[in-house]
T-cell receptor
Framework: DAKTTQPNSMESNEEEPVHLPCNHS???????IHWYRQLPSQGPEYVIH???SNVNNRMASLAIAEDRKSSTLILHRATLRDAAVYYC????????FGTGTRLQVFP | AAGVIQSPRHLIKEKRETATLKCYPI?????VYWYQQGPGQDPQFLIS???????DKGSIPDRFSAQQFSDYHSELNMSSLELGDSALYFC????????????FGEGSRLTVL
């Protein structure tokens, strides 16, 4: 299975933009790039996904490098409720979680 | 909107006992995934089903079995429980094609004493 690499933790202040990076140098042509986040004792929550083009939705934006070997999840204005573990995941036919980035948001 | 329903939410069992967890996917979703998440750990994929057939298998112990029924709900059966089986068990559902988002349930917390 393709692997992703993310920083263990990141910090942000409220109302500031947050850029969460993910490296996936072994990505194959059929792998979709998914992002999920998880709050303590809750199930993971879908954030966004894409294949080649940048994507925007009400929660976030996903910027995908031209060679698809890396991507960045962008939270435009962090809130306290965005504090969670963010997982970058490559999916062809199943979803395998990596270690994720723990995002802390300070008021 | 209806979400993924898991039951029971909490379960306490003794070692060597048996436990059954149930998952009711979002209506019209044809794929179900089971994950195990130990304390402070990342979710580990156990097994998945597509159209009532097992589609993939992860790090699921032989003591565990699962199936998907005609109404698409799924059950995870765990026998000869060990202390290390204590974890949050998540079920997720999706449409198989095109590959879209997975919807996770709230999880079933199993405690083995």
């Amino acid at each position: 299975d393709a692997k992703t690499t993310q920083p263990n933790s990141m910090e942000s202040n409220e109302e500031e933009p947050v850029h969460l990076p993910c490296n996936h140098s072994t990505i194959s042509g059929t792998d979709y790039i998914h992002w999920y986040r998880q709050l303590p004792s809750q199930g993971p929550e879908y954030v966004i996904h894409g294949l080649t083009s940048n994507v925007n939705n009400r929660m976030a934006s996903l910027a995908i490098a031209e060679d698809r070997k890396s991507s960045t999840l962008i939270l435009h204005r962090a809130t306290l409720r965005d504090a969670a573990v963010y997982y970058c995941i490559l999916i062809a036919d199943k979803l395998i979680f990596g270690t994720g980035t723990r995002l802390q948001v300070f008021p | 909107a209806a979400g993924v329903i898991q039951s029971p939410r909490h379960l306490i069992k003794e070692k060597r006992e048996t436990a059954t967890l149930k998952c009711y996917p979002i209506p019209r979703h044809d794929t179900v995934y089971w994950y195990q998440q130990g304390p402070g750990q990342d979710p580990q994929f156990l097994i998945s089903f597509y159209e009532k057939m097992q589609s993939d298998k992860g790090s699921i112990p032989d003591r565990f079995s699962a199936q998907q029924f005609s109404d698409y709900h799924s059950e995870l059966n765990m026998s000869s429980l060990e202390l290390g089986d204590s974890a949050l068990y998540f079920c997720a559902s999706s449409l198989a094609s095109p590959i879209g988002e997975l919807f996770f349930g709230e999880g079933s917390r199993l405690t083995v004493l």
